[in-house]
């Protein structure tokens, strides 16, 4: 057989691989309403810009240290670089897999060397015919090229478990982008928590500060027997408490840096670390309305479980294809000599081509038992991929639910700082007069402390909704 010839076998093998076993994939309608609940006005973008899935993330930070430590923690975060590793893994099995739809051609060389001693019978006869040989050496040179039990996948079998670990590849990328989304997301929250930390450091401090020379005060009130002990002593726990809180988030302060740093995988340059909360806002406040529920298959979670419900679909193919004939062809052409010299010489080639094929009789019910196991992973593969659209629809709702109230909430606690400011500017000095006891006092500077904390966990609320709901809608790949 020429090479001309062993190559129209092999093509036609290919040409025989038609049929398809699984069966036709349909997405699953999505088990949630059509449409995500309603956007209140500040969540709209007035420009009508395209989906938060395409909105850069380096566009949506608006604080450039935001933005740089982002960038660090994608360069330099290690469960990012595990997911990255995984997405490599996947995609060599892949190619191990695809491997099986096409022969496996070798190529062979060897050479034998025999002596065969006197009188040593010999089938083939001497030069007399009698069988017997004279003692001499034979040397025999042979190369080849050839297939080895190469399955012609008539029905799919082959290509179906492709298709799977393809489908098994592109999940594990999708995989990778959750993980890098979420990393934006617990990077840019932890930045946030910080910025809020040293917010809540300064108030602390400040508020020290005023409860001393309320101490200090009342101190002085009491030695000219004008304030009682208890004044001092109920002066004596406000001080006490502020000083508490000082050491309290001093120590969350440093907690901050190092789980920033931690998620950065790097140790972060003190400049890029934030000072305050920006009351501004470090994010872009305004995101498109009104966005159907389709929006949510852009997440990457929703995504890879579509195809992991593929490569399972993909599955029930290989193991339908398992009940009917598994043929094979292992083939080889090439020359053999009983010289080196004559090794490609005219009258020396020879081939062979060996089909074989082989249909299950009786398994013990082991093929069944496959199927059905293909089948029952399609069906929890599609359970698993309609849970994760429905926690990704209560995250977005849960986000704008939180979206919608948060301006009445932060512009009623700045109404409550505001107005506790007041009261204790006015309760100092009708105490200074004498009119109110340093009770009312010490309540109000209490109450201006509390509202002033109040007042920066709303605006960490906000900020860190915003990120959220940036995450949630599938935002920060890019």
Known sequence: MTGRAFGLVIAAGIALTGCDMAPKYIRPAMPVPQALPAQPAETTDAAGGGQPADLVWRNFFADQRLRAVVALALDNNRDLRVALANVEQARALYRVQRADLFPTLGVDASATYQKTPAGVVNPGGGPDGGGASASGRTDIYSASAGVSAWEIDLFGRIRNLDKAALEQYFASAENRNAAQTALIAEVATTWLVLAADQDRLRIARDTEKAFGQTLDLTRARFTKGIASELDVRQAQTSYDQARSDIAETTTLVAQDRNALNLLAGTTIATDLLPERLNGDGVTLAQLPANLPSSVLLQRPDIAAAEHRLRAANADIGAARAAFFPRISLTAAFGTLSSGLSN?????????????????????????????????????????????????????????????????????????????????????????????????????????LYGAERSLLATRLVRETNAVELYRALGGGLR
């Open 343 to 447: 090794l490609f010489g005219n009258g020396s080639d020879f081939w062979s081509v060996t089909p074989a094929a082989s249909l299950p009789i009786f398994d013990s019910g082991r093929n069944r038992g496959n199927l059905r196991y293909a089948q029952a992973t399609r069906d929890a593969m599609i359970a698993q991929y309609e849970r994760t659209i429905q926690s990704g629809f209560r995250e977005v709702a849960d986000a704008l639910a939180r979206r919608g109230t948060i301006t009445a909430q932060l512009e009623a606690q700045a109404s409550l700082r505001d107005a506790a400011a007041g009261a204790y500017q006015l309760s100092e000095a009708r105490f200074r007069a004498g009119i109110d006891p340093f009770l009312a006092t010490l309540d109000s500077q209490r109450t």
